[in-house]
C-alpha cells in the first residue's frame, strides 16, 4: 500500500507520549509498506532528529513551524472558528507539500495521528483519524479545573474541537481511540462515527527489570511530560497531599520526580532528602529502576497513560488514582492498585514500602501483563488491518465502478524533503 501518514510532531525520539505511538505506528508501515510521513517541526534543532529518523522510515517531509509562529496563528484563531490547537499545527508549506504529493503518489490511504492533522488530509484519499483520545473532553476538563481567563478559553477550546472532531469523524472511514471507555464517549459526540479501539503499547525488551536499587532510599518515581498540565497538578497534589502522609510512616522515603522541560511549580517542589526533580534526561529507566513504588497520581487523565504501561515492564509495583485505571485493564491488587483519595493512596505506598516480597509479586505480574496484552508486536498489527481494510474498501468501490474487477494502482514516485513555513 501507499499510505501517507500525517502526525502532529516528529515522533523522534520515541521519549513522550505523543511521539511513541505514533514512531511505532510509523516504524511499523515504512517496515511493510511504501510510507510518506508527514509532519511539522519544532524548530531547526529537530533536524539531526530528521536524520535518525530517515533510517527507519525514509520518505519524510517535515516542514519547520517556528513555536513564535504557531502562537500567534494560534491565538489569531480566538477571532475565528477553528479549534486553536488545530491552528496552532497550520503551516502552508506542509499543506502545499502534502498537495503536491498526493497528486503525484495517488495514495491509497491516509492515516492521521492526533485530530490536529485532519485539516491536511488530502479529499478524495480514504482517511483512518487515531484521535488516541477525546480531546474536546480534555480541554472540558481544563476549563472545570482553572481560573479565569484560561477557564473561558478552555472551554471555548472544548466547544469548537467538539465541533470540529464531529466533522473529522464525519470524514474517516474509521475513528480510532485507545480505550473502549474513549471510544464510547466519542459515540455520545458523533454517535455517526465508526469507531475502533487500538490500545497503546510499550516495547518489553527496552523497558525491562533492572534488578538494581541506586541507594537503600525508600523511592516513589513518578515519569512524565513535566510541562504538561495534567502531569503539573499530578505531582504538586501528590508532594502537597500524599508525600506528607507517606512521611509520617517512612521518614526517609523520597519522591522522585522524572521528565522533560520542569515548569516552574515543578521545579519550586524540589526539597532536600524529600524531593528530587530529575529533569531531561536522555533515558528514564535508571530512574524507574531506582524506585521501589511507581505512582500515578493524575486528576485529570484521559486514554491509556505510557508511564503505567512502562513502570509495569520494569516490574515497578504501581499506585494509581481511578482516573488512568480507566484504561489499563489490568487486575487490582494482583498486577497493580487503584485508591482513592489520599490517605487511602498514601496507606498503599507505605504497605509497598515496607512489603518487598509483595512488591516483587506484583512487579513479576504486572510484567507479565504487558508481555502479554500491551507489546507493541502484539498491538500494531490492528493498526494495519484498520489501514488495509480502508484501502481496500476504496479500491473495490472504484475497481468496481471502472471495471467490474478490482485492479491495483503502480507506485508513484518519493521525494522526501525538509521546507520551511
Excluded at 361 to 387: F, H, M, N, S
Aim: proline letters at 7%; one cysteine or more.
Amino acid at each position: 500500500m501507499r499510505i501517507l501518514m500525517l502526525a502532529h510532531r516528529l515522533p523522534y525520539p520515541p521519549t513522550t507520549g505523543d511521539r511513541v505511538r505514533a514512531f511505532h505506528v510509523a516504524q511499523a508501515l515504512a517496515g511493510r509498506h511504501q510510507l510518506t510521513l508527514a509532519c511539522p517541526l519544532d524548530g531547526r534543532r529537530e533536524l539531526a532528529a530528521v536524520r535518525e529518523l530517515r533510517t527507519l522510515v525514509p520518505d519524510l517531509e517535515c516542514t519547520v513551524l517556528p513555536s513564535l509562529r504557531r502562537q500567534a496563528s494560534a491565538l489569531a484563531a480566538l477571532a475565528g472558528g477553528l479549534p486553536l490547537s488545530v491552528r496552532y499545527f497550520t503551516s502552508r508549506a506542509l499543506a502545499g507539500r502534502i498537495r503536491q504529493r498526493a497528486a503525484a503518489e495517488r495514495f491509497d490511504v491516509t492515516y492521521v495521528s492526533s485530530s490536529s492533522m485532519a485539516q491536511y488530509a488530502p479529499p478524495g484519499v480514504p482517511l483512518v483519524m487515531d484521535f488516541v483520545d477525546v480531546d474536546s473532553e480534555k480541554f472540558a476538563r481544563y476549563g472545570r479545573e482553572t481560573q479565569p481567563p484560561m477557564r473561558w478559553i478552555y472551554r471555548l477550546e472544548a466547544e469548537r474541537l467538539r465541533r470540529y472532531e464531529r466533522a473529522v469523524a464525519a470524514r474517516a472511514r474509521v475513528s480510532v481511540f485507545v480505550t473502549s471507555a474513549e471510544a464510547a464517549l466519542f459515540r455520545t459526540i458523533a454517535p455517526d462515527a465508526t469507531t475502533a479501539v487500538v490500545p497503546n503499547g510499550v516495547n518489553p525488551e527496552y523497558f525491562r527489570p533492572m534488578w538494581y536499587r541506586a541507594s537503600g532510599v525508600p523511592t516513589i518515581v513518578f515519569t512524565g511530560a513535566l510541562d504538561y498540565f495534567p502531569n503539573v497538578d499530578a505531582v504538586r497534589y501528590f508532594s502537597d497531599a500524599i508525600l506528607p502522609l507517606i512521611r509520617r510512616q517512612v521518614p526517609r522515603a523520597r519522591f522522585l520526580i522524572v521528565g522533560r522541560r520542569p515548569h516552574r511549580l515543578v521545579r519550586a517542589l524540589r526539597r532536600p532528602g524529600s524531593i528530587e526533580v530529575a529533569a531531561d534526561v536522555p533515558d528514564v529507566r535508571p530512574y524507574l529502576a531506582q524506585g521501589h513504588v511507581a505512582v500515578v497520581p493524575l486528576r485529570i487523565a484521559r486514554g491509556i497513560q505510557n508511564k503505567v504501561l512502562e513502570a509495569m515492564a520494569m516490574g515497578l509495583p504501581v499506585v494509581a488514582l481511578p482516573g488512568p485505571a480507566q484504561g489499563i485493564e489490568a487486575r487490582i491488587g494482583a498486577e497493580w492498585f487503584v485508591e482513592d483519595g489520599a490517605e487511602a493512596f498514601a496507606a498503599r505506598v507505605v504497605h509497598l514500602l515496607e512489603a518487598p516480597t509483595e512488591r516483587m509479586r506484583v512487579g513479576r505480574q504486572a510484567r507479565q501483563l504487558v508481555e502479554e496484552q500491551y507489546a507493541w508486536r502484539q498491538i500494531l498489527p490492528r493498526i494495519e488491518t484498520l489501514v488495509a481494510a480502508a484501502a481496500r474498501v476504496e479500491h473495490e468501490h472504484h475497481a468496481v465502478a471502472a471495471h467490474g474487477s478490482i485492479e491495483t494502482n503502480g507506485d508513484g514516485a518519493r521525494t522526501p524533503g525538509v521546507h520551511h513555513a
